[in-house]
């Protein structure tokens, strides 16, 4: 059986894909040091961009972390799900300090995805398991997007089939006071966390505290414009609202932001397949799922130092 033989790569060091909810994982045991480190290896990531600590459920959490009431609250309102919580480790947390980067602090997320959670059950301890391509890459929503970019620096892959969200998790920090503060817009909306802790704050400039937060990121090769309403001749147009003109594709013709969300990266792929040079993307809105769509544009818009590009801003 593949989680079988998954539980055994794992426990001796190897790295295991497998999918969750949000986007394909490269999993590794996050208790052993060597292990996390060749997922380092193997995304090429920065060393001081930290790893999420997947678990199984809150019980196992609270062994990692000191959890207080509104940390705990929101694990209960939206775990097993597309939510991280950074909270601050415990001296006696069994995960490798690399993992966490060098921080006072450690990100969990405990996956709804049934495979996910079957290959956590099995393993019995966390699973490191940053999205499966290389870093900065655009993320991998199936499993053959994943073999395609991490080729032979991985062991196994559980294919899962298309991930049904295909967008990373909403991270929130907390501290023991309970003040929180939203490090990456999600799968999970601002609103929908707000109503459980409260009014966001936002990070502190130029701080990498969880993953995600780097300005060049989710990029394919191709450069992106961003809020384009009439794309030029040579580009790919990335429709959102209505039908792409061909050569482009379309997140959601019906205006649909969680259908959009499914499509991103695919389509991304997809076009940056295709050999175009560069995509423009349809303006998308800012509520709800709109707002971590729009970050992972905006920081895959800026892989070259540069501000990401919007229509208005290249008319002016």
């Known amino acids: 059986m593949s989680i079988a033989r998954a539980d055994k790569i794992l426990r001796a060091g190897g790295l295991v894909v497998f999918p969750t909810e949000t986007v394909y994982g490269l999993g590794a045991d996050a208790t052993n040091p060597l292990a996390v480190a060749r997922v380092f290896e193997a995304k090429g990531r920065p060393r001081f961009n930290p790893l999420i600590a997947h ?57 709804s995805h049934p495979m996910a959670r079957k290959l956590l059950a099995a393993f019995g301890k ?24 991490l080729g032979d620096r991985i062991d196994l892959v559980l ?24 490090l990456r817009a999600g799968a999970i909306a601002r609103t929908d966390i707000e109503a459980v802790v409260g009014t966001l704050a936002a990070p502190e ?37 209505a039908p792409a003109p061909p050569g482009g594709l379309t997140l959601s013709a019906t205006g649909n932001l969680v259908e959009a969300a499914a499509n991103l990266y695919a389509h991304l792929r997809a076009l940056d397949a295709a050999g175009v040079q560069t995509i423009a993307v349809a303006p998308i809105p800012r509520h709800g799922l709109g707002e971590a769509i729009r970050d992972r544009l905006a ?3 800026a892989p070259r130092g540069e501000r990401p590009a919007s229509e208005a801003e290249e008319r002016a």
């Open 205 to 241: 400039t130029g701080a990498i505290a969880a993953p995600g937060m780097l300005q060049s990121h989710y990029a394919p090769r191709a450069r992106l414009r961003l809020d384009v309403t009439s794309p030029r001749a040579d580009e790919a147009y990335l429709a959102f609202g």
């Open 126 to 149: 966390p699973i490191v398991a940053p999205s499966a391509n290389r870093s900065g890459h655009v993320s991998a929503t199936t499993a053959q997007h994943a073999a395609a970019d």
């Open 55 to 111: 678990v199984l459920d809150l019980e196992e959490a609270e062994r990692q972390a000191r959890l207080g009431p509104k940390a705990r609250e929101l694990a209960q309102r939206f775990w097993p799900g597309p939510l991280t919580i950074v909270a601050p480790r415990k001296p006696e947390s069994t995960v490798a300090e690399l993992a966490c980067a060098g921080l006072a602090t450690i990100a969990l997320r405990a996956p």
């Open 159 to 182: 294919d899962g089939g298309p991930t049904p969200i295909g967008l990373e998790s909403t991270i929130v920090a907390l501290d023991e006071e309970g003040r929180a503060t939203l």
């Open 299 to 301: 920081r895959a818009a």
